[in-house]
């Protein structure tokens, strides 16, 4: 069983920066596969970004593409996103989500595990 807990979210300007955390229960966060989700209200969850147990295999949504960086600390059980050049359409409730294996998991439907969820709110 893996918990995951999120938190940095908020509100900011448009073009301003945050950055999300992830920490994960758990002593096999280290073989998971970890994502990003984002649902804005009225529309279906979609992904933002996911990272292989190593680090190595990155994926990124064309939307967030040179915006959003995602990493992780094995040491530390967290995962992160950080956010620079906000848009408003960047506002959602962005999700943490964990799954065992060693793909990059692109689907929500492939993943095992889901954190509560933090808010994002980008505007002037």
């Known amino acids: 069983q893996v918990q995951l807990v999120e938190s940095g979210g908020g509100w900011v300007q448009p073009g301003g920066s945050l950055r999300l955390s992830c920490a994960a229960s758990?002593?096999?966060?280290?073989?998971?596969?970890m994502g990003w989700f984002r649902q804005a209200p009225g529309k279906e969850r979609e992904s933002v970004a996911v990272?292989?147990?190593?680090?190595?295999?990155?994926y990124y949504a064309d939307s967030v593409t040179g915006r959003f960086t995602i990493s992780r600390d094995n040491a530390k059980n967290t995962v992160y996103l950080q956010m620079n050049r906000l848009k408003p359409e960047d506002t959602a409730v962005y999700y943490c989500?964990?799954?065992?294996?060693?793909?990059?998991?692109?689907?929500?439907?492939?993943?095992?595990?889901w954190g509560q969820g933090t808010q994002v709110s980008v505007s002037s």
């Open positions: 989500a964990a799954r065992n294996g060693v793909r990059r998991y692109r689907d929500q439907y492939d993943y095992d595990y």
């Open positions: 990272i292989t147990w190593s680090g190595e295999n990155l």
């Open positions: 758990g002593r096999t966060f280290s073989t998971y596969t």
